[in-house]
C-alpha cells in the first residue's frame, strides 16, 4: 500500500469541494475564531514558494482551532485595484479587467494545488462593481461626517451644519485652516458656495490643493511611502513634487485614538514602535514671532519653549507660503534657484540625509518676541510644509541639526545651557539649568518649559500645542484602474452621489492614458465625465480614482457578509465575528494599510455601523523567505565555464543561473546550454566531473532567476510536504532562504509516518490492541506540545515534535489504532491529505476535519520513577532506577546494595551519601 501522495491529493481537494468541507455559517453555538491573511493582489508572475508561507501559518492555524470546536472564519480574496495592476496590464498591452481575471485563476489554482481551507464562497475582489459599491458607500460617509473633538468620535455633516447655524464655530476649532473663526450670524448669512468651502474643512473625506508626491511617467500622485530615494517603488522612475487639487483622508483627527489603541492590541513591539514611530505625537507650543520691517508674521511649532532665548536663526521650508513675500531683492534669484532644487528631492531624502546641509538665507529676519533680538530667516530642505507650522526656530547649542547647519553657514551660536555646553556639539539635554535666559535665567528646563508656555499665552502670542507628525492621507490617484469616486461637482462645488445610485461603474475603455495637466485618464472620457445640467451651469464627474488601499481598508467586514445587497455588513453579523482574532501578513503594511484600516474602522464604529473600534486583536507579521541564488562563473572574454572550487585560479564574471536547473549545488550543464540560447556553446572545466555553483541568499526574483513555483514543488513532492517544509524552515516571524534540497528530509518524514499505518507488501498494519504505557507517554507527550506549539504559532518545532514522535513510535513498533488515530488528528492542520486518507484507511466514517482534538492526559506522561545517575566521590558509576517517592533512607540502601557500587567500596564504610532528589546520588568515601 504505496503513499501516492499525488492521487490522494487530487482525491481529498476534490472531495472537500464536493462536500462544501469548509462552508462557515454566520450562526453557531460554537466560539466564534476569524483568520485573516493579508488581502494578497493576484500577481501576473503568480506565486512563488516565498509567497504562501503566511497562507499555511495561518490555514494551520484555522484547521486547529476548527479542531478544538470553534466556528472557524479563515476566507480569501483579492485585491485587485491598484497600480501595479494597471502597471502589468499597460507592459502586457491588455486591459486591466483581463489581466486581473488571468491572474487570479493562475492564484486560485496554485491556492487550491497546497490545499488550503478557504470559505471560497465568501470570496471577493475589489474590482468587481458589486464590492466596490460599498467602497464608495463608506467614503460618502467619510465626506459626510466630521471629527467631534469634544465629544472625541466623528459625527454626521448635518449636525455640525445645525451648530453653525447655532452658535458659529467658536467651539469647534477648525481643523483644516486653523485661522476661520465666525459666528452663527456671519454663516447664516454666507452663501451656499462659502458654507460649503467652510465644512470641507471639516469633512473627514475632503478636497485641498496639496503638494504631492507627482510621477509623470506613471501619470499619478504617490503616496509617500510609496517613493524611495526620489524615485517611484515601482519602476523606480523620477518624481516631483506638484500642487494639485487632492482628495484626502482627515486621519490626524484620530491619531490620539491610533496611538491608545495600540495598547489594547497584540501587535509586536517593533510594529507598534513603527506605527507610534509613524504618528509622531509631540507635546509644546505654537509661538507667534513678527517679521521686522513687515506686518507679516510667522508661527513655528517647538517641542522646547524653553530654549527661546537660544533661537540664533529661523528656518521656514521652501514651500511655506511666506516665503516668496519675505524675500529681498538681493536674496530672490538665490531662492528661486534654491526652491527648484527642492522640487527634485523626495521628503525621505530631505529628512534622512543629516550630513547633506543646504540652505538659502533669505534677507528677512524675525523678531524674538521676548528680547526683540532680530533672528536671521533661512530656509532649507530638512523642514517640511506639512509637519508643524512648516516653520522651527533653530536653537544650535540644543539641536545638533541646528548646529551643524550654523556652523556650515558661519551663524553665532548663542550659549543658554553654560558649561553643559563646549562649542563642539549640540547638547539635547532637558535635565539642568538655563544661562542667558532672561527670566527664566537659573530654572531648570522643565520647570522653564512650563513658565515660558504660560507667558505665551498670557502674552497671547501663542499656546499649548500637541502635533503630529503624520499627516493626512491622500486618497486620489490619477489612474484607470480604481474604485470612481461617487462624487460629481455642480459648479465647481463637490456633492455626494445618491447612494440609490451606487455602484459609480468605472467605464470600459481601450485606452487609458493620462488627461491634461496631471488629471486621470477618465478625464479623457468626456460623455462619462460630463453630465446633464440645467442651462447656465455644470455637472461633472470626479476623474482620479481611489487609491489601492480603498478595498483593502475594510475587506475583513464584507467577507462576514459577503452577499449582502443591503449594507456592507449586516450588524448583526459583524457583532457575532467581532474583531479579526488572527491577522497575518508582512511587514510591507505595517503603516500605511494598517494605520488606513484601523481609522476606517474607528469611523465606522463611531457611526454606530459596527461594535467594534479595532479591527485586528492579534497580528503577525509573518519574515520573508528568501531566493537561495546560484551563480556560475564565466571565464573573461570566454565562453568557458569554471566550477566554484576553481574559480580563484582565473578572472570570471558571475552571473546568476536558473536554480530550477541546479541540483543542490551541482548544476545540469546540459540544461544550461539549453536555457539560454547565448549559453548554447558553453564549455565547462569541472571539479571530480561536476559543475558546483556558487550561492547567494537574497530577495526571491524573477530577475535573480532564484524563484521556484510551488506547483513544480507540490507535483514532486506533494502539498503536505510543501506546508511542513514550509514551517520546518523557521519561526514564522524570520526571514529564512529556501533550499529546495532540504525539502527531501521532510517528504521522508511523511513516508515514514505512512509506514506506521500501511506496508507496500503487507497493506494495512492498524491494529486494534490496548497501547502500552510506553506509547501512551509517547502520545501524550505530544498532544501537549503540538497543542502548546500550534496555539503560540511555533509552527516549526511542531514538525519538529512530530518527526521526534513518529521516531519514537517506530522504535516501539506501535501500530494501534488507539494511538495512530489521535496522532492523524494532531497532525490534521499540519499535512490534511495524507491524514484524511489515513482516517478512512483505518475504518473511520466522516471527515477528520470534525474530529475532536486529542485532550491531554497528564497521567499517561507523569513519572513514578527516576533513573538516576549515581556517583561515587563524584565519578558516575552507574544509574538506578528508583520510585520517585522512596525515602531518603529508602534510596541510600538501593543505592549501597547496587552490585557495581558495592564493588567501588570496595567493602569500605560509606563517609556520607548525597542525595538531591530528582537528580542525582554520589556516594562519598
Same mark, same amino acid.
Given at each position: 500500500?504505496?503513499?501516492?501522495?499525488?492521487?490522494? $491529493?487530487?482525491?481529498?481537494?476534490?472531495?472537500?469541494?464536493?462536500?462544501?468541507?469548509?462552508?462557515?455559517?454566520?450562526?453557531?453555538?460554537?466560539?466564534?475564531?476569524?483568520?485573516?491573511?493579508?488581502?494578497?493582489?493576484?500577481?501576473?508572475?503568480?506565486?512563488?514558494?516565498?509567497?504562501?508561507?503566511?497562507?499555511?501559518?495561518?490555514?494551520?492555524?484555522?484547521?486547529?482551532?476548527?479542531?478544538?470546536?470553534?466556528?472557524?472564519?479563515?476566507?480569501?480574496?483579492?485585491?485587485?485595484?491598484?497600480?501595479?495592476?494597471?502597471?502589468?496590464?499597460?507592459?502586457?498591452?491588455?486591459?486591466?479587467?483581463?489581466?486581473?481575471?488571468?491572474? /487570479?485563476?493562475?492564484?486560485?489554482?496554485?491556492? !487550491?494545488?497546497?490545499?488550503?481551507?478557504?470559505?471560497?464562497?465568501?470570496?471577493?475582489?475589489?474590482?468587481? &462593481?458589486?464590492?466596490?459599491?460599498?467602497?464608495?458607500?463608506?467614503?460618502?460617509?467619510?465626506?459626510?461626517?466630521?471629527?467631534?473633538?469634544?465629544?472625541?468620535?466623528?459625527?454626521?455633516?448635518?449636525?455640525?451644519?445645525?451648530?453653525?447655524?447655532?452658535?458659529?464655530?467658536?467651539?469647534?476649532?477648525?481643523?483644516? !485652516?486653523?485661522? /476661520?473663526?465666525?459666528?452663527?450670524?456671519?454663516?447664516?448669512?454666507?452663501?451656499?458656495?462659502?458654507?460649503?468651502?467652510?465644512?470641507?474643512?471639516?469633512?473627514?473625506?475632503?478636497?485641498?490643493?496639496?503638494?504631492?508626491?507627482?510621477?509623470?511617467?506613471?501619470?499619478?500622485?504617490?503616496?509617500?511611502?510609496?517613493?524611495?530615494?526620489?524615485?517611484?517603488?515601482?519602476?523606480?522612475?523620477?518624481?516631483?513634487?506638484?500642487?494639485?487639487?487632492?482628495?484626502?483622508?482627515?486621519?490626524?483627527?484620530?491619531?490620539?485614538?491610533?496611538?491608545?489603541?495600540?495598547?489594547?492590541?497584540?501587535?509586536?513591539?517593533?510594529?507598534?514602535?513603527?506605527?507610534?514611530?509613524? /504618528?509622531?505625537?509631540?507635546?509644546?507650543?505654537?509661538?507667534?514671532?513678527?517679521?521686522?520691517?513687515?506686518?507679516?508674521?510667522?508661527?513655528?511649532?517647538?517641542?522646547?519653549?524653553?530654549?527661546?532665548?537660544?533661537?540664533?536663526?529661523?528656518?521656514?521650508?521652501?514651500?511655506?507660503?511666506?516665503?516668496?513675500?519675505?524675500?529681498?531683492?538681493?536674496?530672490?534669484?538665490?531662492?528661486?534657484?534654491?526652491?527648484?532644487?527642492?522640487?527634485?528631492?523626495?521628503?525621505?531624502?530631505?529628512?534622512?540625509?543629516? @550630513?547633506?546641509?543646504?540652505?538659502?538665507?533669505?534677507?528677512?529676519?524675525?523678531?524674538?518676541?521676548?528680547?526683540?533680538?532680530?533672528?536671521?530667516?533661512?530656509?532649507?530642505?530638512?523642514?517640511?510644509?506639512?509637519?508643524?507650522?512648516?516653520?522651527?526656530?533653530?536653537?544650535?547649542?540644543?539641536?545638533?541639526?541646528?548646529?551643524?547647519?550654523?556652523?556650515?553657514?558661519? /551663524?553665532?551660536?548663542?550659549?543658554?545651557?553654560?558649561?553643559?555646553?563646549?562649542?563642539?556639539? =549640540?547638547?539635547?539635554?532637558?535635565?539642568?539649568?538655563?544661562?542667558?535666559?532672561?527670566?527664566?535665567?537659573?530654572?531648570?528646563?522643565?520647570?522653564?518649559?512650563?513658565?515660558?508656555?504660560?507667558?505665551?499665552?498670557?502674552?497671547?502670542?501663542?499656546?499649548?500645542?500637541?502635533?503630529?507628525?503624520?499627516?493626512?492621507?491622500?486618497?486620489?490617484?490619477?489612474?484607470?484602474?480604481?474604485?470612481?469616486?461617487?462624487?460629481?461637482?455642480?459648479?465647481?462645488?463637490?456633492?455626494?452621489?445618491?447612494?440609490?445610485?451606487?455602484?459609480? $461603474?468605472?467605464?470600459?475603455?481601450?485606452?487609458?492614458?493620462?488627461?491634461?495637466?496631471?488629471?486621470?485618464?477618465?478625464?479623457?472620457?468626456?460623455?462619462?465625465?460630463?453630465?446633464?445640467?440645467?442651462?447656465?451651469?455644470?455637472?461633472?464627474?470626479?476623474?482620479?480614482?481611489?487609491?489601492?488601499?480603498?478595498?483593502?481598508?475594510?475587506?475583513?467586514?464584507?467577507?462576514?457578509?459577503?452577499?449582502?445587497?443591503?449594507?456592507?455588513?449586516?450588524?448583526?453579523?459583524?457583532?457575532?465575528?467581532?474583531?479579526?482574532?488572527?491577522?497575518?501578513?508582512?511587514?510591507?503594511?505595517?503603516?500605511?494599510?494598517?494605520?488606513?484600516?484601523?481609522?476606517?474602522?474607528?469611523?465606522?464604529?463611531?457611526?454606530?455601523?459596527?461594535?467594534?473600534?479595532?479591527?485586528?486583536?492579534?497580528?503577525?507579521?509573518?519574515?520573508?523567505?528568501?531566493?537561495?541564488?546560484?551563480?556560475?562563473?564565466?571565464?573573461?572574454?570566454?565562453?568557458?565555464?569554471?566550477?566554484?572550487?576553481?574559480?580563484?585560479?582565473?578572472?570570471?564574471?558571475?552571473?546568476?543561473?536558473?536554480?530550477?536547473?541546479?541540483?543542490?549545488?551541482?548544476?545540469?550543464?546540459?540544461?544550461?546550454?539549453?536555457?539560454?540560447?547565448?549559453?548554447?556553446?558553453?564549455?565547462?572545466?569541472?571539479?571530480?566531473? @561536476?559543475?558546483?555553483?556558487?550561492?547567494?541568499?537574497?530577495?526571491?526574483?524573477?530577475?535573480?532567476?532564484?524563484?521556484?513555483?510551488?506547483?513544480?514543488?507540490?507535483?514532486?513532492?506533494?502539498?503536505?510536504?510543501?506546508?511542513?517544509?514550509?514551517?520546518?524552515?523557521?519561526?514564522?516571524?524570520?526571514?529564512?532562504?529556501?533550499?529546495?534540497?532540504?525539502? $527531501?528530509?521532510?517528504?521522508?518524514?511523511?513516508?515514514?509516518?505512512?509506514?506506521?499505518?500501511?506496508?507496500?507488501?503487507?497493506?494495512?498494519?492498524?491494529? !486494534?490492541?490496548? &497501547?502500552?504505557? $510506553?506509547?501512551?507517554?509517547?502520545?501524550?507527550?505530544?498532544?501537549?506540545?503540538?497543542?502548546?506549539?500550534?496555539?503560540?504559532?511555533?509552527?516549526?518545532?511542531?514538525?519538529?515534535?512530530?518527526?521526534?514522535?513518529?521516531?519514537?513510535?517506530?522504535?516501539?513498533?506501535?501500530?494501534?489504532?488507539?494511538?495512530?488515530?489521535?496522532?492523524?488528528?494532531?497532525?490534521?492542520?499540519?499535512?490534511?491529505?495524507?491524514?484524511?486518507?489515513?482516517?478512512?484507511?483505518?475504518?473511520?466514517?466522516?471527515?477528520?476535519?470534525? =474530529?475532536?482534538?486529542?485532550?491531554?492526559?497528564?497521567?499517561?506522561?507523569?513519572?513514578?520513577?527516576?533513573?538516576?545517575?549515581?556517583?561515587?566521590?563524584?565519578?558516575?558509576?552507574?544509574?538506578?532506577?528508583?520510585?520517585?517517592?522512596?525515602?531518603?533512607?529508602?534510596?541510600?540502601?538501593?543505592?549501597?546494595?547496587?552490585?557495581?557500587?558495592?564493588?567501588?567500596?570496595?567493602?569500605?564504610?560509606?563517609?556520607?551519601?548525597?542525595?538531591?532528589?530528582?537528580?542525582?546520588?554520589?556516594?562519598?568515601?
Amino acid at each position: 500500500m504505496e503513499y501516492n501522495f499525488r492521487q490522494i $491529493e487530487r482525491k481529498w481537494q476534490q472531495r472537500w469541494v464536493d462536500t462544501q468541507a469548509y462552508l462557515v455559517s454566520n450562526s453557531s453555538n460554537k466560539p466564534k475564531c476569524y483568520v485573516l491573511d493579508m488581502f494578497p493582489y493576484p500577481s501576473g508572475a503568480g506565486l512563488h514558494v516565498g509567497h504562501p508561507l503566511g497562507y499555511i501559518a495561518s490555514d494551520i492555524y484555522a484547521r486547529f482551532k476548527r479542531l478544538k470546536g470553534f466556528n472557524v472564519l479563515h476566507p480569501m480574496g483579492y485585491d485587485a485595484f491598484g497600480l501595479p495592476a494597471e502597471q502589468y496590464a499597460l507592459e502586457t498591452g491588455q486591459h486591466p479587467a483581463v489581466t486581473t481575471a488571468e491572474n /487570479i485563476e493562475t492564484f486560485r489554482k496554485q491556492l !487550491d494545488n497546497i490545499g488550503f481551507c478557504y470559505d471560497w464562497s465568501r470570496k471577493i475582489q475589489t474590482s468587481q &462593481p458589486e464590492y466596490y459599491k460599498w467602497t464608495q458607500q463608506i467614503f460618502l460617509q467619510l465626506f459626510d461626517s466630521w471629527y467631534n473633538r469634544h465629544a472625541a468620535k466623528a459625527e454626521p455633516i448635518d449636525l455640525l451644519v445645525r451648530i453653525f447655524e447655532a452658535a458659529g464655530n467658536h467651539h469647534h476649532e477648525c481643523p483644516g !485652516d486653523r485661522s /476661520i473663526r465666525f459666528s452663527a450670524e456671519t454663516w447664516n448669512e454666507s452663501t451656499y458656495e462659502q458654507q460649503q468651502e467652510i465644512l470641507m474643512q471639516y469633512r473627514l473625506g475632503y478636497l485641498a490643493y496639496a503638494e504631492v508626491n507627482w510621477c509623470p511617467a506613471l501619470g499619478t500622485v504617490l503616496a509617500n511611502d510609496e517613493v524611495i530615494n526620489g524615485v517611484s517603488e515601482r519602476g523606480g522612475h523620477p518624481v516631483q513634487k506638484k500642487k494639485m487639487r487632492q482628495w484626502f483622508l482627515r486621519i490626524t483627527e484620530y491619531a490620539d485614538r491610533l496611538l491608545k489603541g495600540l495598547d489594547e492590541i497584540t501587535f509586536s513591539d517593533a510594529m507598534k514602535d513603527m506605527q507610534r514611530n509613524w /504618528i509622531g505625537k509631540s507635546q509644546g507650543a505654537e509661538i507667534k514671532f513678527n517679521i521686522a520691517g513687515s506686518m507679516e508674521s510667522v508661527v513655528v511649532y517647538t517641542t522646547r519653549p524653553d530654549t527661546i532665548f537660544g533661537v540664533d536663526f529661523m528656518v521656514l521650508a521652501p514651500e511655506h507660503e511666506l516665503v516668496d513675500g519675505i524675500t529681498t531683492d538681493e536674496q530672490a534669484e538665490a531662492i528661486t534657484a534654491y526652491k527648484e532644487y527642492v522640487q527634485s528631492r523626495s521628503e525621505r531624502e530631505r529628512m534622512a540625509e543629516v @550630513k547633506l546641509i543646504t540652505g538659502c538665507f533669505t534677507g528677512a529676519y524675525a523678531v524674538n518676541p521676548f528680547d526683540g533680538r532680530k533672528i536671521p530667516i533661512w530656509i532649507s530642505e530638512y523642514v517640511l510644509a506639512g509637519y508643524g507650522t512648516g516653520a522651527i526656530m533653530a536653537v544650535p547649542c540644543g539641536d545638533q541639526r541646528d548646529f551643524n547647519f550654523a556652523n556650515h553657514f558661519s /551663524i553665532p551660536v548663542t550659549n543658554i545651557l553654560g558649561d553643559a555646553f563646549d562649542g563642539k556639539e =549640540a547638547n539635547p539635554t532637558k535635565e539642568g539649568k538655563l544661562f542667558n535666559s532672561d527670566f527664566i535665567t537659573g530654572m531648570e528646563m522643565k520647570e522653564a518649559m512650563e513658565a515660558v508656555t504660560t507667558k505665551i499665552e498670557n502674552l497671547g502670542i501663542g499656546k499649548r500645542q500637541i502635533n503630529y507628525r503624520m499627516r493626512d492621507a491622500g486618497f486620489s490617484r490619477q489612474r484607470y484602474w480604481g474604485e470612481p469616486f461617487p462624487i460629481v461637482f455642480r459648479n465647481g462645488i463637490p456633492e455626494a452621489m445618491d447612494v440609490k445610485d451606487l455602484p459609480l $461603474e468605472l467605464p470600459h475603455v481601450e485606452h487609458y492614458t493620462p488627461g491634461e495637466d496631471g488629471e486621470g485618464p477618465l478625464a479623457n472620457i468626456t460623455d462619462w465625465v460630463n453630465l446633464p445640467a440645467a442651462p447656465g451651469s455644470s455637472l461633472r464627474r470626479e476623474t482620479n480614482t481611489m487609491p489601492g488601499y480603498a478595498g483593502s481598508s475594510w475587506y475583513f467586514l464584507r467577507y462576514m457578509d459577503p452577499h449582502n445587497t443591503e449594507t456592507f455588513c449586516d450588524r448583526k453579523i459583524s457583532d457575532y465575528w467581532g474583531q479579526v482574532d488572527l491577522y497575518i501578513g508582512g511587514t510591507e503594511h505595517a503603516v500605511g494599510h494598517l494605520l488606513y484600516s484601523r481609522m476606517w474602522t474607528k469611523v465606522l464604529f463611531d457611526l454606530g455601523h459596527i461594535g467594534f473600534e479595532e479591527p485586528y486583536k492579534k497580528l503577525v507579521n509573518q519574515g520573508m523567505i528568501q531566493g537561495s541564488s546560484r551563480l556560475v562563473y564565466r571565464v573573461r572574454g570566454t565562453n568557458q565555464f569554471v566550477s566554484a572550487g576553481l574559480r580563484a585560479q582565473y578572472e570570471t564574471d558571475e552571473i546568476h543561473v536558473d536554480v530550477n536547473i541546479v541540483d543542490g549545488l551541482e548544476l545540469d550543464t546540459a540544461a544550461f546550454k539549453n536555457w539560454r540560447q547565448d549559453f548554447a556553446t558553453a564549455q565547462f572545466i569541472l571539479e571530480n566531473g @561536476k559543475y558546483i555553483c556558487g550561492t547567494l541568499t537574497e530577495k526571491m526574483s524573477k530577475r535573480l532567476f532564484n524563484t521556484v513555483n510551488p506547483n513544480v514543488i507540490v507535483e514532486k513532492f506533494g502539498a503536505d510536504t510543501f506546508r511542513m517544509y514550509e514551517m520546518f524552515l523557521g519561526p514564522v516571524e524570520q526571514s529564512k532562504p529556501w533550499e529546495t534540497k532540504g525539502i $527531501e528530509g521532510v517528504h521522508r518524514f511523511l513516508k515514514k509516518f505512512w509506514r506506521l499505518f500501511a506496508d507496500e507488501q503487507k497493506g494495512l498494519l492498524v491494529k !486494534d490492541e490496548a &497501547p502500552t504505557p $510506553e506509547e501512551l507517554k509517547v502520545l501524550h507527550n505530544t498532544i501537549r506540545k503540538i497543542e502548546e506549539d500550534t496555539e503560540r504559532l511555533s509552527f516549526n518545532t511542531a514538525v519538529s515534535t512530530f518527526m521526534i514522535c513518529v521516531n519514537e513510535l517506530t522504535d516501539l513498533k506501535c501500530n494501534k489504532k488507539a494511538v495512530l488515530e489521535q496522532l492523524l488528528v494532531l497532525l490534521t492542520p499540519y499535512a490534511p491529505h495524507v491524514s484524511e486518507e489515513l482516517w478512512a484507511l483505518i475504518g473511520n466514517s466522516g471527515s477528520i476535519l470534525d =474530529a475532536p482534538f486529542p485532550v491531554f492526559e497528564a497521567k499517561h506522561v507523569t513519572e513514578s520513577a527516576k533513573e538516576y545517575p549515581v556517583s561515587v566521590n563524584g565519578k558516575l558509576r552507574t544509574t538506578i532506577n528508583i520510585s520517585l517517592d522512596a525515602s531518603v533512607e529508602d534510596v541510600e540502601k538501593i543505592a549501597l546494595s547496587n552490585e557495581v557500587i558495592q564493588r567501588w567500596l570496595e567493602g569500605k564504610t560509606p563517609k556520607k551519601v548525597i542525595f538531591v532528589k530528582g537528580k542525582m546520588i554520589n556516594v562519598v568515601i
